[in-house]
């Protein structure tokens, strides 16, 4: 995917990818955690239960009981998809010239919102918790320019790098705006410039011609 990702972005803008950066992997491993609880915990209750209560677990109970965890596992298999699916497809991109946010919200839905670097005002980033200061991953949170709303990543891995090359990058970034901004200014006074000397110069050669008009050679 990252691959198809950096083609259709260098392709259509011709911007080059600095990072890509997923949300960070103990995110995942809780998830996974927690799917793997969820199926542990009923198998050990349910062969606890067989072995108290044997004549339970006999005829119709047995099939009823197959037919369920066969749906069960189902289940988790879809919650594990799911999950890995959206751990996957939650991207940050960051390019020379934006910032890309894809948020994978359900299976089949996506959101995507971009940021230009220029229009970014300050970006600060914070670990909250154990868990997130021992294995440095945090929030990075960067505020826009005019009415935009902030732009926060969360979980994001060594979120301090993160907002130093942000930093960067905007930096980079709005000075060749200011640089472009600047060369426009002079291409459109030049181009005054000119236009108001070509009717002066054709004034000029207009009244030649009369003066010849007027005084003419025998």
Known sequence: MEKNIKE?????????????VRRHWFIFATMMFAIFMIFILPLILVAISIKVFPAFFQGVIVNIFVFGL?????LLAGAFLISYIKYYFDLVILTDKRIIDIQQVTLFSRNVE?????????????????????????RVTVETAGNN????????PNPQAFARELIKLSE??????????STQI??????????????????EGQSESVENNENPRF
């Not at 230009?116 to 021992?134: H, M, P, R, W, Y």
């Not at 709303?149 to 994001?156: A, E, Q, R």
């Open 114 to 138: 971009e940021l230009e670097l220029k229009n970014i005002q300050n970006v600060s980033s914070d670990l909250q918790g154990i868990f997130a200061t021992f294995l440095n991953y945090g």
């Open 70 to 74: 066969f749906v069960y596992i189902l």
């Open 172 to 181: 980079k970034a709005k000075e060749k705006a200011r640089i472009k901004d």
């Open 149 to 156: 709303p902030n732009f926060v990543f969360n979980t994001i």
């Open 186 to 203: 002079s291409e459109s006074i030049s181009q005054k410039i000119n236009g108001n000397s070509t009717p002066k110069i054709l004034n």
């Open 8 to 20: 259709l972005i260098v392709s259509s803008s011709g911007e080059n990818i600095k990072k890509i």
